[in-house]
């Protein structure tokens, strides 16, 4: 069997579920056919569940440990990436020779998990979802640190911008808003760093494993605390609870699905709409009512992500037509 060239994957600023993107496949490929109004309707469909779930883990916190909140969303989302996976890989996609780097990798993002529930427990839940978008732009700083990935001042410059916006939208409000800030900015920034790993471990593992191993081990890492601390949940709870899983599996899907019919400068900029269902969510149920500071602060943040998006796709199409 001759050997396959590494494949690299682009991973989900919030939900890190890569895709595949052959720049360093030097076999030819066939022309692909972009349809970009149907995977910014799948990017849509994303951000809706991912909003909705994380809605319903606010709502369960009050009741039930963060720990068991996430270990049965954590179920219902392996549940459904190992229907989509498995049966077109086997167990094949669990073969690995860096199941170190794996174990690593989940067990920080069961931490960042950990810390944005906590965070929507405390804080407006659009609040926390804006402070998260935060994510890539801690990103582009840990790749440059580990990765040793050139950053530029265009980046730095969106990164100290973004960042500005982050502190718009944690400085204002009651101290519990603050604290739930604080608890927002750690996920972000271990979010950050999760996305360079993944990076790192693209170079040799490919989407089905990457997936795979991540739902395996978050699941066994919030299992753990339930054995010291369980509330056996009621049926309609325990539903929900799993419900959850299965909106946040379908959230991934369908964000990888929508990268994979249209390029990522066309989409992309659409998942920042999960900040627009946070708003309508908190207010709905919650009654939180934007303030200008968040707005203000939630424009910064998306701008700054937007204009990295935007700037990464005109680098690339420059390095192709080079080639």
């Not at 101290?175 to 999760?194: E, I, P, T």
């Not at 790192?200 to 795979?212: I, Y």
Request: proline content about 5%.
């Amino acid at each position: 069997m001759s050997a396959r060239a590494p494949r690299r994957y682009v991973s989900s600023p919030i939900h890190d579920v890569p895709s595949v993107t052959s720049d360093t496949d030097t076999r030819p490929l066939p022309r692909r056919t972009d349809h970009v109004p149907l995977g910014i309707l799948y990017m849509l469909s994303s951000t809706v569940m991912f909003a909705v779930s994380s809605a319903l883990s606010k709502w369960q916190v009050v009741n039930y440990s963060v720990f068991e909140v996430l270990f049965f969303r954590t179920l219902g989302s392996l549940v459904i990436c190992a229907a989509l996976i498995l049966p077109r890989t086997g167990l094949s996609a669990f073969r690995t020779k860096r199941l170190r780097d794996h174990l690593g990798r989940s067990a920080t993002q069961a931490v960042a998990q950990t810390c944005i529930v906590i965070a929507i427990s405390l804080m407006p839940l659009a609040g926390a979802m804006a402070i998260n978008f935060s994510a890539p732009l801690f990103a582009t700083l840990f790749a440059s640190l580990w990765l040793h990935e050139t950053v530029g001042r265009v980046r730095w410059s969106a990164l100290l911008i973004g960042f500005a916006g982050v502190l718009l939208v944690a400085s204002p409000g009651a101290d519990s808003f603050r604290l739930g800030a604080v608890f927002a900015l750690a996920n972000a920034v271990l979010y950050g760093s999760v996305t360079a790993a993944v990076r790192g471990l693209t170079r040799t593992e490919s989407t089905e494993t990457l997936t795979m191993y991540q739902m395996v081990f978050l699941s066994l890492f919030f299992f753990v605390p339930l054995l010291f601390a369980f509330r056996t949940p009621t049926a309609a709870d325990l539903s929900i609870m799993f419900a959850n899983g299965l909106l946040n599996g379908f959230g991934q899907y369908w964000w990888t699905r929508a990268l994979s019919l249209a390029p990522p400068a066309a989409v992309g900029p659409f998942y920042y709409f999960s900040l627009v269902w946070a708003m309508l969510l908190g207010w709905v149920f919650w009654d939180d009512v934007p303030t200008a500071t968040l707005l203000a602060g939630s424009v910064i943040v998306i701008a700054s992500g937007i204009f990295l998006l935007w700037w990464e796709s005109g680098r690339r199409r420059a390095v192709s037509r080079r080639r």
